[in-house]
């Protein structure tokens, strides 16, 4: 698979990563990173939680090899829709924590979207599987869309991108993380989706940190 393939991964798959593409952003951390807020006189230092064990292992799934550290932004996680900012800030989304990878003829994502409550975790992937959400970023995709055995609530779909690459995400909440995995390749796509969320979710106990 060409180089390229992990920006198609990217771009393609609502956008994902495309934070992790900019890299050098602002919003940018690592997860042991400390954040100083300033919202009252006397700064407030946050550690931000560290999911990293929350994402895809190499010999998990489609078997993707790490090509960079996980990251962690507290940005917006892709391009919104107009009003989709306001629908984040509802949810309570707090960081976004990913890792890109890339494998034998497959190129993909895995990413944990970290929110303040169980509640606002399945609001947002309610939110970002909608229509509204997917036409946004592909607006001529057609998706088939799947459901995963033995990972509660998991659903995802596979489709084109805008460049005819075969992609696929699937989706699924663990307390109040939103779980994504996205890849492209020209093989299946459905079964290394579900594998990927079956593996993550029987690793974690489908759990999510708390604190």
């Not at 992790?20 to 919003?27: F, L, P, V």
């Not at 560290?50 to 391009?79: C, I, K, N, W």
Request: net charge negative; hydrophobic share 35%.
């Amino acid at each position: 698979m060409a180089p390229r393939s992990i920006r198609i991964a990217v771009a393609g798959l609502l956008g994902v990563f495309v934070v992790g593409c900019a890299g050098e952003t602002d919003s940018t951390t690592r997860p042991t990173d400390a954040v100083v807020t300033s919202t009252t006189e006397d700064p407030v230092t946050v550690v931000p939680l560290d999911v990293d064990r929350y994402l895809l292992s190499a010999d998990e799934g489609p078997g993707l090899h790490p090509l960079s550290p996980p990251q962690t932004v507290s940005g917006e996680p892709f391009p919104l829709p107009e009003g989709g900012a306001a629908v984040l800030e509802r949810s309570g989304y707090i960081s976004m924590t990913y890792q890109t990878g890339q494998g034998d003829s497959i190129a993909g994502v895995s990413s944990v979207l970290l929110f303040a409550t169980e509640a606002g975790a399945r609001d947002w992937m309610t939110y970002e599987t909608s229509d509204e959400v997917l036409r946004h970023e592909l607006p001529d995709g057609k998706f088939t869309w799947f459901q995963v055995p033995d990972v509660p609530g998991a659903t995802g779909w596979t489709g084109p991108d805008r460049h005819g690459n075969a992609i696929g995400n699937v989706y699924w909440t663990q307390g109040r993380c939103m779980m994504l995995v996205s890849i492209e390749t020209d093989g299946p796509r459905v079964e290394p989706l579900s594998a990927s969320a079956q593996a993550i979710f029987a690793r974690t106990g489908g759990t999510c940190p708390d604190e």
